[in-house]
T-cell receptor, first 114, second 113 residues
């Protein structure tokens, strides 16, 4: 089992550019979560998918953020346009049984917007 | 405000001693709790979980205690080892809630040789 795979591991971009983060959940897991981690705010849930359908996106900061899950093995988180305050580590996690079961996290994408 | 929080941001223990990491939660409807360990540069790693119908659960060298009366959760690590150095997070989820887990800010466990 390769675990949850995220790419890229690191991303440095200029303010105003579009950023796309990618996630491959564990095969067979039916729930996928995007989290953002900063020193000030800790781990924040951005959006949650169940069976590829977005269930709760109330954590998405604003319209600049969007997430998709076109199939059970792939999800993207897009920021357009990016801003310096978006700098953080973005984690993807997947779960077999929805939000009531432990998640498996990926290694994260460290995003720096300059 | 913060629905899940930790009493101490940093905990320093001697190698071989037992560690106790505490967590307070404010949502009495929470039904499921998890402890995660995060090492530098890595994603959080599942340690142990507990549901609200239990007050204690044991794993390998770890024990989670849940006190619903005072809404308190703790993680006990027996015979702490250097590899236990990490940030530990507690997380909660409401029963039947559609939301993901809500995480506390974390406690940094430092192991002294």
């Amino acid at each position: 089992d390769a675990g949850v795979i995220q790419s890229p591991r690191h991303e440095v971009t200029e303010m105003g550019q579009e950023v796309t983060l990618r996630c491959k959940p564990i095969s067979g897991h039916n729930s996928l979560f995007w989290y953002r981690q900063t020193m000030m705010r800790g781990l924040e849930l951005l959006i949650y998918f169940n069976n590829n359908v977005p269930i709760d996106d109330s954590g998405m900061p604003e319209d600049r953020f969007s997430a998709k899950m076109p199939n059970a093995s792939f999800s993207t988180l897009k920021i357009q346009p990016s801003e310096p305050r978006d700098s953080a580590v973005y984690f993807c996690a997947s779960s077999l049984g929805g939000p009531d079961y432990g998640y498996t996290f990926g290694s994260g994408t460290r995003l720096t917007v300059v | 405000g913060e629905s899940v929080g930790l009493h101490l941001p940093t905990l320093s223990v001697q190698e071989g001693d037992n560690s106790i990491i505490n967590c307070a939660y404010s949502n009495s409807a929470s039904d499921y709790f998890i402890w995660y360990k995060q090492e530098s540069g890595k994603g959080p790693q599942f340690i142990i979980d507990i549901r609200s119908n239990m007050d204690k659960r044991q794993g390998q060298r770890v024990t989670v205690l849940l006190n619903k009366t005072v809404k308190h959760l703790s993680l006990q690590i027996a015979a702490t080892q250097p590899g236990d150095s990490a940030v530990y997070f507690c997380a909660e989820n409401m029963k039947g809630g559609a939301d993901g887990l809500t995480f506390g800010k974390g406690t940094h466990l430092i192991i002294q040789p």
